[in-house]
């Protein structure tokens, strides 16, 4: 994508050369944000389908 291994070596040794990495402990609270959306949409959508014991079928109403 940036021209080659050599170039992208280069482009990342220029970036990261006066960086200081941070190493933060707890929980993320992106990824805790992104599982209760997730959660909130699995139980939206189950809560709007119904399955037909009979058939298996998945209907909403």
């Known amino acids: 994508m940036l021209g080659g ?8 040794d220029r970036l990261t050369h006066h960086v200081s990495i941070l190493t933060m402990n707890g929980d993320s609270y992106r ?3 992104s ?3 997730h959660a909130a949409g699995v ?5 709007t389908e119904i399955v037909d014991p009979d058939t298996g ?3 909403t109403p």
Not at 5 to 12: D, P
Not at 43 to 47: E, G, H, V
């Open 5 to 12: 291994e050599r170039l992208t070596g280069a482009l990342l």
């Open 31 to 33: 990824l805790k944000e």
């Open 35 to 37: 599982a209760g959306r």
């Open 43 to 47: 139980m939206q959508n189950q809560a």
């Open 57 to 59: 079928e998945i209907t």
